[in-house]
Protein backbone atom coordinates (compact mmCIF):
# COMPACT_ATOMS: atom_id res chain seq x y z
CA UNK A 1 0.00 0.00 0.00
CA UNK A 2 1.52 3.39 -1.11
CA UNK A 3 1.53 6.03 1.91
CA UNK A 4 0.39 8.53 -0.52
CA UNK A 5 -3.47 7.94 -2.06
CA UNK A 6 -4.74 9.89 -4.51
CA UNK A 7 -8.82 9.83 -5.45
CA UNK A 8 -10.40 9.66 -7.92
CA UNK A 9 -8.17 7.37 -9.79
CA UNK A 10 -10.08 8.01 -13.21
CA UNK A 11 -12.08 10.96 -13.81
CA UNK A 12 -13.90 12.08 -16.78
CA UNK A 13 -15.33 15.91 -17.34
CA UNK A 14 -16.64 18.10 -19.26
CA UNK A 15 -15.54 21.42 -20.13
CA UNK A 16 -17.67 23.14 -18.33
CA UNK A 17 -17.42 21.40 -14.98
CA UNK A 18 -15.67 21.98 -11.63
CA UNK A 19 -14.14 18.80 -10.00
CA UNK A 20 -11.27 18.20 -7.47
CA UNK A 21 -8.69 15.72 -7.18
CA UNK A 22 -7.71 14.61 -3.58
CA UNK A 23 -3.90 13.34 -2.35
CA UNK A 24 -3.85 12.15 1.04
CA UNK A 25 -0.40 11.22 2.62
CA UNK A 26 0.55 9.22 6.02
CA UNK A 27 4.07 9.70 5.80
CA UNK A 28 4.63 12.77 8.14
CA UNK A 29 5.94 14.46 4.96
CA UNK A 30 6.04 18.31 5.31
CA UNK A 31 6.14 19.19 1.39
CA UNK A 32 3.51 17.60 -1.18
CA UNK A 33 3.69 18.32 -5.11
CA UNK A 34 1.00 17.90 -8.02
CA UNK A 35 2.78 16.89 -11.27
CA UNK A 36 1.04 16.55 -14.16
CA UNK A 37 2.24 13.81 -16.90
CA UNK A 38 0.95 13.90 -20.12
CA UNK A 39 1.48 11.14 -23.22
CA UNK A 40 5.17 11.44 -24.34
CA UNK A 41 6.30 14.47 -22.10
CA UNK A 42 8.20 14.60 -19.30
CA UNK A 43 6.71 14.70 -16.08
CA UNK A 44 5.85 18.33 -15.06
CA UNK A 45 6.02 19.95 -11.97
CA UNK A 46 2.63 22.21 -11.46
CA UNK A 47 2.58 23.16 -7.84
CA UNK A 48 4.60 22.83 -4.28
CA UNK A 49 3.52 23.17 -1.04
CA UNK A 50 6.02 23.15 1.62
CA UNK A 51 4.66 22.92 5.59
CA UNK A 52 0.98 24.65 3.95
CA UNK A 53 2.52 27.44 1.94
CA UNK A 54 2.60 27.40 -1.95
CA UNK A 55 6.37 27.70 -2.67
CA UNK A 56 6.09 27.05 -6.44
CA UNK A 57 3.67 27.31 -8.93
CA UNK A 58 5.33 26.35 -12.34
CA UNK A 59 3.18 28.86 -14.88
CA UNK A 60 0.30 26.67 -14.41
CA UNK A 61 -3.28 28.38 -15.91
CA UNK A 62 -5.43 29.48 -13.36
CA UNK A 63 -8.28 26.22 -13.95
CA UNK A 64 -5.70 24.39 -11.84
CA UNK A 65 -6.25 25.87 -8.49
CA UNK A 66 -4.27 24.01 -5.39
CA UNK A 67 -5.40 23.65 -1.96
CA UNK A 68 -3.70 22.46 1.06
CA UNK A 69 -5.76 22.70 3.82
CA UNK A 70 -2.99 20.69 6.33
CA UNK A 71 0.50 18.67 5.80
CA UNK A 72 -1.26 15.49 4.78
CA UNK A 73 -4.08 16.67 2.23
CA UNK A 74 -3.71 18.36 -1.05
CA UNK A 75 -6.10 19.32 -3.45
CA UNK A 76 -6.50 20.50 -6.64
CA UNK A 77 -9.42 22.17 -7.78
CA UNK A 78 -10.26 22.16 -11.70
CA UNK A 79 -12.70 24.28 -14.10
CA UNK A 80 -13.42 24.78 -17.37
CA UNK A 81 -10.57 22.46 -18.81
CA UNK A 82 -9.16 21.83 -21.59
CA UNK A 83 -9.09 18.40 -23.70
CA UNK A 84 -5.43 19.51 -23.95
CA UNK A 85 -5.54 19.27 -19.84
CA UNK A 86 -6.05 15.29 -20.07
CA UNK A 87 -3.29 13.79 -18.49
CA UNK A 88 -2.16 11.61 -15.20
CA UNK A 89 -1.98 13.89 -12.48
CA UNK A 90 0.54 12.13 -9.66
CA UNK A 91 0.75 13.77 -6.17
CA UNK A 92 4.00 13.44 -4.28
CA UNK A 93 4.92 14.01 -0.86
CA UNK A 94 8.73 14.33 0.82
CA UNK A 95 9.48 14.86 4.34
CA UNK A 96 11.04 18.20 3.14
CA UNK A 97 10.66 20.62 0.57
CA UNK A 98 14.79 19.94 -0.37
CA UNK A 99 15.47 17.12 -2.15
CA UNK A 100 18.95 17.51 -1.41
CA UNK A 101 18.09 16.82 2.26
CA UNK A 102 19.94 13.37 3.09
CA UNK A 103 17.34 10.56 2.97
CA UNK A 104 14.54 12.47 1.17
CA UNK A 105 12.99 11.26 -1.75
CA UNK A 106 9.86 11.80 -3.65
CA UNK A 107 7.33 9.27 -2.80
CA UNK A 108 4.43 9.39 -5.51
CA UNK A 109 0.63 8.03 -5.86
CA UNK A 110 -0.70 6.41 -8.20
CA UNK A 111 -2.28 9.35 -9.90
CA UNK A 112 -5.72 10.34 -11.23
CA UNK A 113 -6.48 9.50 -14.46
CA UNK A 114 -8.07 12.77 -16.05
CA UNK A 115 -10.05 12.89 -19.62
CA UNK A 116 -11.45 16.13 -20.55
CA UNK A 117 -14.38 15.79 -23.13
CA UNK B 1 18.21 25.34 -17.97
CA UNK B 2 17.84 22.02 -16.33
CA UNK B 3 17.29 19.20 -18.93
CA UNK B 4 16.92 15.64 -18.71
CA UNK B 5 17.71 13.07 -21.99
CA UNK B 6 16.47 10.19 -21.87
CA UNK B 7 16.50 9.09 -25.47
CA UNK B 8 15.65 5.22 -25.66
CA UNK B 9 11.84 5.73 -26.05
CA UNK B 10 11.03 2.15 -25.77
CA UNK B 11 13.38 -1.09 -24.88
CA UNK B 12 12.24 -4.88 -25.40
CA UNK B 13 14.41 -7.83 -23.92
CA UNK B 14 13.96 -11.42 -23.26
CA UNK B 15 13.90 -12.47 -19.44
CA UNK B 16 17.62 -13.05 -17.77
CA UNK B 17 18.79 -10.64 -20.34
CA UNK B 18 20.56 -7.45 -19.39
CA UNK B 19 19.34 -4.38 -20.13
CA UNK B 20 21.14 -0.80 -19.99
CA UNK B 21 18.71 2.37 -19.78
CA UNK B 22 20.66 5.24 -20.79
CA UNK B 23 20.08 9.05 -19.34
CA UNK B 24 22.02 12.05 -20.10
CA UNK B 25 21.63 15.48 -18.24
CA UNK B 26 22.75 19.37 -18.60
CA UNK B 27 22.65 21.84 -15.98
CA UNK B 28 24.98 23.89 -14.90
CA UNK B 29 24.30 24.28 -10.74
CA UNK B 30 27.97 22.47 -9.44
CA UNK B 31 25.78 20.60 -7.24
CA UNK B 32 22.51 18.44 -7.97
CA UNK B 33 21.04 14.94 -7.19
CA UNK B 34 20.08 12.48 -9.60
CA UNK B 35 17.31 9.77 -9.52
CA UNK B 36 15.87 6.98 -11.03
CA UNK B 37 12.20 6.16 -10.13
CA UNK B 38 10.17 3.19 -11.74
CA UNK B 39 6.68 3.51 -12.91
CA UNK B 40 5.36 0.23 -12.62
CA UNK B 41 1.95 -0.42 -14.67
CA UNK B 42 -0.40 0.83 -11.06
CA UNK B 43 1.24 4.66 -12.03
CA UNK B 44 2.69 5.60 -8.64
CA UNK B 45 6.65 6.26 -9.54
CA UNK B 46 8.60 4.27 -7.48
CA UNK B 47 12.19 5.73 -5.71
CA UNK B 48 15.48 3.60 -7.03
CA UNK B 49 18.07 5.73 -6.12
CA UNK B 50 19.91 9.58 -5.93
CA UNK B 51 23.19 10.12 -6.16
CA UNK B 52 24.69 13.56 -5.57
CA UNK B 53 26.89 15.41 -7.65
CA UNK B 54 30.17 14.87 -5.59
CA UNK B 55 29.90 11.02 -5.66
CA UNK B 56 30.76 9.06 -8.45
CA UNK B 57 31.40 5.73 -7.27
CA UNK B 58 28.87 3.59 -8.77
CA UNK B 59 26.39 1.29 -7.26
CA UNK B 60 25.00 -1.93 -7.00
CA UNK B 61 21.73 -2.68 -5.65
CA UNK B 62 21.08 -6.34 -6.22
CA UNK B 63 20.64 -6.79 -10.32
CA UNK B 64 20.44 -3.34 -10.53
CA UNK B 65 23.15 -0.58 -10.77
CA UNK B 66 23.69 2.81 -11.83
CA UNK B 67 27.22 4.15 -13.57
CA UNK B 68 27.41 7.68 -13.15
CA UNK B 69 30.30 9.74 -15.54
CA UNK B 70 30.14 13.20 -14.72
CA UNK B 71 32.74 13.90 -17.70
CA UNK B 72 29.75 12.37 -19.89
CA UNK B 73 26.63 14.10 -17.89
CA UNK B 74 25.66 10.68 -17.63
CA UNK B 75 23.78 8.26 -15.27
CA UNK B 76 22.92 5.04 -16.79
CA UNK B 77 20.97 2.38 -15.25
CA UNK B 78 21.65 -0.99 -16.16
CA UNK B 79 19.00 -4.04 -14.63
CA UNK B 80 21.28 -7.35 -14.83
CA UNK B 81 19.32 -10.94 -15.43
CA UNK B 82 15.92 -8.91 -16.44
CA UNK B 83 12.62 -10.51 -15.15
CA UNK B 84 8.85 -9.81 -16.72
CA UNK B 85 8.44 -7.77 -13.03
CA UNK B 86 11.28 -5.53 -14.37
CA UNK B 87 8.57 -4.16 -17.05
CA UNK B 88 7.68 -0.22 -16.29
CA UNK B 89 8.31 3.17 -17.24
CA UNK B 90 11.66 4.15 -16.05
CA UNK B 91 12.21 7.93 -15.52
CA UNK B 92 15.92 9.54 -14.72
CA UNK B 93 15.59 13.56 -13.14
CA UNK B 94 17.80 15.70 -11.90
CA UNK B 95 17.31 18.78 -8.81
CA UNK B 96 17.92 22.10 -8.73
CA UNK B 97 18.97 22.58 -5.45
CA UNK B 98 18.05 26.15 -4.22
CA UNK B 99 19.32 27.96 -1.30
CA UNK B 100 16.37 27.56 1.25
CA UNK B 101 15.52 24.29 0.46
CA UNK B 102 12.67 24.24 -2.06
CA UNK B 103 14.09 21.58 -4.86
CA UNK B 104 12.42 20.23 -7.46
CA UNK B 105 12.48 17.54 -10.31
CA UNK B 106 13.07 17.65 -13.76
CA UNK B 107 12.22 14.46 -14.75
CA UNK B 108 13.38 12.78 -18.86
CA UNK B 109 10.28 11.81 -20.93
CA UNK B 110 10.70 7.85 -19.68
CA UNK B 111 11.75 4.45 -21.15
CA UNK B 112 9.02 1.87 -21.38
CA UNK B 113 11.02 -1.36 -21.02
CA UNK B 114 8.86 -4.79 -21.79
CA UNK B 115 10.89 -7.86 -20.69
CA UNK B 116 9.51 -11.16 -22.41
CA UNK B 117 9.15 -14.36 -20.94
Known amino acids: ETGVTQTPRHLVMGMTNKKSLKCEQHLGHNAMYWYKQSAKKPLELMFVYNFKEQTENNSVPSRFSPECPNSSHLFLHLHTLQPEDSALYLC????????????????FGQGTRLTVV | AQKVTQAQTEISVVEKEDVTLDCVYE???????LFWYKQPPSGELVFLIRRNSFDEQNEISGRYSWNFQKSTSSFNFTITASQVVDSAVYFC??????????????FGKGITLSVRP
Open chain 1, 92 to 107: ASSQEGDLAEPNTEAF
Open chain 2, 27 to 33: TRDTTYY
Open chain 2, 93 to 106: ALSEVYTGANSKLT
